[in-house]
């Protein structure tokens, strides 16, 4: 796909979308976002209440891209060497040796189920295969297959026998994306389609090439430097410290976002604006992944929580404050 042009990005995305939903009912912003993420080489966290369909929504992403798929369902009890493996002593040809044992982590689309069930030691093995797209197990750096990308789902409201990810964890996640309750349209037509039918298999409609096609057409888009300018704005603005700092933030905002938020916010936008037909993002391709890329990243303060607000709040009240004529 060498021709690639925003039309036919928008191809394989209605692909995409039109084959989760013959699975997922509603939802359309998260799956739009969720693409966004696979689109721009980000990873997603997947944040909702049990039942609202977040790891049918990973397997059949899964099922509708001819790309490997693994799934490790978080624990108490599980190790790192459970996720990038490890080396055993194995005997050939009458000596002993190391021989590696890859772990589910090589894989293209991985699955991290209830993600905040294992403590930081075993969340810190995704670390460097979030972060540099590889696994260093002994003296030996092992790259992982491209594309790769790490889904996490996370219970909110269960408290007991979790732990909170670190910001250092929480970091490499390109989106957060909370999962709301369906309507009540929405609710029945999952009830007649998980009750009077039988479930539906999806097919794959695009392939390996096409995925890292479009990853790299995202990465060489061209973007404005006044749209770059307002997403550096943007982030530095939820850093409590910085001199151009608004009331919001100095108010309820103990640490901001890094950098890392302000590539995020340009990929974001590079992504969405091709997904609208369009070559290069505007700022308000900014501000619609602003929630997204930001509110994972802001840590409220104790003043936040007495007054109710959270991370999204603080948030959305920035992407209204930060003004874009100034950029």
Same mark, same amino acid.
């Not at 944040?47 to 978080?74: C, H, N």
């Not at 269960?158 to 732990?163: H, N, P, V």
């Given at each position: 796909?060498? #021709?690639?042009?925003?039309?036919?990005?928008?191809?394989?995305?209605? &692909? $995409?979308?039109?084959?989760?939903? @013959?699975?997922?009912?509603?939802?359309?912003? $998260?799956? =739009?976002?969720?693409?966004?993420?696979?689109?721009?080489?980000?990873?997603?966290?997947?944040?909702?209440?049990?039942?609202?369909?977040?790891?049918?929504?990973?397997?059949?992403?899964?099922?509708?891209?001819?790309?490997?798929? %693994?799934?490790?369902?978080?624990?108490? #009890?599980?190790?790192?060497?459970?996720?990038?493996?490890?080396?055993?002593?194995?005997?050939? #040809? &009458? =000596?002993?040796?190391?021989?590696?044992?890859?772990? *589910? $982590?090589? +894989?293209?689309?991985?699955?991290?189920?209830?993600?905040?069930?294992?403590?930081? @030691?075993?969340?810190?093995?995704?670390?460097?295969?979030?972060?540099?797209?590889?696994? +260093?197990?002994?003296?030996?750096?092992?790259?992982? *297959?491209?594309?790769?990308?790490?889904?996490? +789902?996370?219970?909110?409201?269960?408290?007991?026998?979790?732990?909170?990810?670190?910001?250092?964890?929480?970091? !490499?996640?390109?989106?957060?994306?909370?999962?709301?309750?369906?309507? !009540?349209?929405?609710?029945?037509?999952?009830? &007649? &389609?998980?009750?009077?039918?039988? *479930?539906?298999?999806?097919?794959?409609?695009?392939?390996?090439?096409?995925?890292? /096609?479009?990853?790299?057409?995202?990465?060489?888009?061209?973007?404005? #430097?006044?749209?770059?300018?307002?997403?550096?704005?943007?982030?530095?603005?939820? =850093?409590?410290?910085?001199?151009?700092?608004?009331?919001?933030?100095?108010?309820?905002?103990?640490?901001?976002?890094?950098?890392?938020?302000?590539?995020?916010?340009?990929?974001?936008?590079?992504?969405?604006?091709?997904?609208?037909?369009?070559?290069?993002?505007? +700022?308000?391709?900014? !501000?619609?992944?602003?929630?997204?890329?930001?509110?994972?990243?802001?840590?409220?303060?104790? =003043?936040?929580?007495?007054?109710?607000? %959270?991370? !999204?709040?603080?948030?959305?009240?920035?992407?209204?404050?930060? *003004?874009?004529? /100034?950029?």
């Amino acid at each position: 796909m060498s #021709d690639l042009t925003p039309a036919t990005v928008q191809e394989v995305y209605q &692909r $995409i979308r039109a084959e989760l939903g @013959k699975v997922i009912v509603g939802q359309d912003e $998260i799956v =739009r976002l969720l693409l966004v993420s696979l689109f721009s080489r980000g990873h997603c966290l997947l944040i909702g209440v049990p039942g609202l369909a977040k790891t049918l929504l990973v397997k059949s992403l899964a099922e509708s891209l001819d790309l490997s798929f %693994k799934r490790i369902q978080f624990t108490p #009890d599980l190790m790192p060497s459970d996720i990038i493996g490890s080396e055993l002593l194995q005997e050939k #040809d &009458r =000596r002993l040796e190391f021989e590696y044992q890859a772990g *589910p $982590i090589f +894989t293209n689309l991985l699955l991290a189920d209830e993600i905040n069930r294992t403590p930081p @030691k075993t969340q810190s093995a995704l670390l460097e295969a979030m972060q540099e797209r590889a696994v +260093t197990v002994g003296h030996d750096t092992r790259k992982l *297959p491209e594309p790769f990308t790490v889904i996490a +789902t996370q219970n909110p409201i269960e408290q007991e026998g979790t732990y909170p990810l670190p910001e250092a964890q929480l970091d !490499r996640f390109m989106f957060s994306l909370h999962l709301d309750y369906p309507s !009540r349209a929405e609710e029945s037509e999952v009830v &007649r &389609r998980t009750t009077l039918q039988e *479930p539906v298999t999806l097919s794959p409609v695009a392939n390996r090439e096409q995925i890292l /096609a479009v990853q790299h057409f995202v990465r060489a888009a061209p973007v404005s #430097d006044h749209v770059i300018d307002y997403a550096v704005a943007l982030a530095s603005a939820t =850093r409590p410290a910085g001199a151009q700092a608004p009331q919001v933030t100095k108010d309820f905002v103990e640490w901001g976002a890094g950098p890392r938020a302000s590539q995020y916010l340009i990929l974001g936008a590079k992504a969405l604006a091709l997904l609208k037909g369009r070559l290069t993002p505007e +700022t308000e391709d900014v !501000r619609e992944v602003a929630g997204p890329v930001l509110q994972h990243r802001v840590i409220t303060n104790y =003043r936040a929580t007495g007054a109710g607000k %959270k991370a !999204r709040d603080v948030v959305a009240a920035l992407v209204k404050s930060v *003004p874009e004529k /100034a950029y």
